[in-house]
């Protein structure tokens, strides 16, 4: 569905940031060029050199040379021109699951933040295209494999060049279209690419980056979330707030994990043992939550630094520099840093997926939840035999939460010698950044079910003891609230999957706003 009256995010007149990336990858913001005289002369300037170059028979990698390992192979200047269709076509091999459409935005805005830095020999309509595109919605079909990190994305990316170029297919109002078809609707003619301009689309690394943006965002969400939860779970399970005391967190100076006991605190209104509790201290999953999601919330400043950093920078090679009239043979393309970004991220994801589901297993555990029933079953006495209320959910949280576990392997460390031994050492970016988000998303549906059992659990402690025994914040409350409309008290056992499926996508649209900064 295509939205009016959006924001503009305008390239060329300062930094991108995540959430610009994001923004256009939802189609909350309408993507610009900026139209300061100064900054395009100095995109021309980039072109104008490179057309300068190739009359005077200057040699260039990718431009008047084959690619990688063929690099010694000179073109003849008659043949030059369709180099860089051969380019995006010999990289069509992708396979594997297709990005989403939200996915395949943020790749293409990421893209237009490298080329717009000016150091591309790209022309001003290329730029025009891939905004064409995002405002548009033709959104490129991208399949997820076939990226080893370096030399950029080159193959995931050849699907948005040869789209600019009228080939290959978009998805444009939910159909998949040849794109020449979904031109001809929109009025739009293809943009033959000029002499070094498929290599500028594809020789970065959009891919990861535009990914690497997505996962950032989702993940703040979900360690805000898993703050949430744990409050419900502390007050559900009559747990001891004062595992979250100001002074206590004093002696430990990470600041991250003093925002999240400061959360916790502002949900549980007290740092009080329970009345008439002789539990000095909780599990560690209760006791320790800060400590586990602290880390994500400490290592945050430190992965925006390093997306944020590649966002922003020129990423292609060789990089044309018309201001000094240079050009610069490099390996910006290499995503060593996002590699690293996704790797810790993931890991610190799931974390969190661990911890909610060692959560769960005491909510569910009549030894362990200090007298809720087993398995938050809300059955009447005389049928709680034949009800097993989240006995199966517990089950399928602990299925993914290892499978989340089981992709914590760093990709990064199993680069591979490619292409002849041009490229003997590369990122794996890429990979880290799908594997990143299937984390994410293992760890949302974890979310989703520990979400259910713990109102469901507050709900029966509220039955038994009465409203006043818990002592919550009003925003705790009003979610509390909203969630009773979604999800009606388990009573006699039903199949859960839809209203699972119901709150992971609620999750992933953000519906609460869950603390301020």
């Known amino acids: 569905m295509k939205k009016t009256n959006r924001r503009a995010v305008v390239f060329g007149d300062g930094d991108i940031t995540i959430e610009n990336i994001v923004a256009l990858a939802d189609r909350a913001a309408a993507a610009k060029l900026s139209g300061d005289r100064a900054y395009r002369s100095r995109l021309q300037r980039s072109v104008d050199f490179l057309n300068t170059l190739l009359a005077e028979d200057g040699l260039i990698y990718g431009v008047t040379t084959g690619y990688g390992d063929s690099c010694t192979v000179d073109i003849p200047l008659a043949l ?36 717009s830095r000016g150091l591309s020999g790209v022309r001003p309509v290329i730029l025009e295209r891939l905004i064409a595109l995002l405002n548009l919605d033709l959104v490129p079909r991208i399949p997820q494999e076939g990226s080893v990190g370096a030399s950029g994305d080159l193959t995931p990316l050849s699907y948005v060049a040869a789209v600019i170029a009228g080939e290959r297919e978009v998805f444009s109002n939910d159909q998949l279209l040849p794109t020449l078809e979904a031109y001809r609707q929109q009025g739009l003619e293809s943009v033959p690419l000029k002499p070094k301009e498929g290599l500028a689309l594809m020789n970065g690394t959009a891919a990861m980056t535009g990914l690497a943006c997505l996962a950032f965002d989702r993940a703040d969400y979900l360690m805000r979330l898993a703050t949430r939860l744990t409050a419900v779970v502390v007050a559900a399970i009559k747990g001891n707030s004062f595992h979250f005391n100001e002074t206590l967190f004093a002696a430990k100076a990470h600041p991250g994990q003093q925002q999240i006991a400061a959360w916790l605190r502002s949900d549980l209104g007290s740092e009080e043992l329970p009345r008439n509790s ?79 589901d060692r959560q769960l297993a005491q909510l569910v555990d009549p030894k362990f939840n200090h007298g809720l029933p087993a398995n938050l079953s809300g059955s009447a006495p005389g049928r709680s035999a034949i009800n097993h209320g989240f006995k199966a959910v517990q089950i399928a949280v602990s299925s993914w939460t290892a499978e989340a576990l089981k992709l914590t392997m760093p990709a990064s460390v199993f680069s591979r010698s490619t292409e002849c031994h041009n490229q003997d050492k590369v990122s794996m970016g890429t990979i880290a950044a799908r594997d990143c988000l299937r984390i994410l998303t293992l760890t949302e549906q974890v979310a989703a079910a520990c979400l259910l059992a713990a109102f469901q659990a507050l709900e029966l402690r509220q039955r038994e003891e009465g409203a006043a025994a818990l002592k919550i914040s009003e925003d705790l409350e009003l979610m509390w609230q909203d969630c009773r409309e979604q999800f009606p008290l388990l009573v006699e056992d039903r199949p859960l999957e839809r209203e699972l499926r119901n709150f992971l996508s609620m999750i992933q649209e953000k519906r609460w706003a869950i603390y301020h900064d």
């Open 80 to 115: 030059v021109p369709e180099l860089p269709a051969h380019l995006t076509r010999f990289h069509g091999c992708g396979m594997g699951d297709n990005f989403t459409c939200q996915q395949s935005r943020a790749i293409m805005a990421t893209c237009l933040s490298f080329l």
């Open 278 to 356: 002789h539990r000095l201290q909780d599990r560690y999953s209760l006791r320790c939550a800060p400590h586990v999601i602290g880390v994500m919330a400490d290592s945050k400043s430190w992965w925006r630094q390093l997306i944020e950093n590649e966002l922003n920078s020129a990423t292609d090679n060789p990089l044309i520099d018309g201001e000094n009239e240079t050009v610069m043979h490099g390996g910006h393309f290499y995503g060593g840093h996002i590699a690293m970004a996704m790797d810790s991220m993931k890991t610190a994801v799931a974390n969190i997926a661990d911890l909610l």
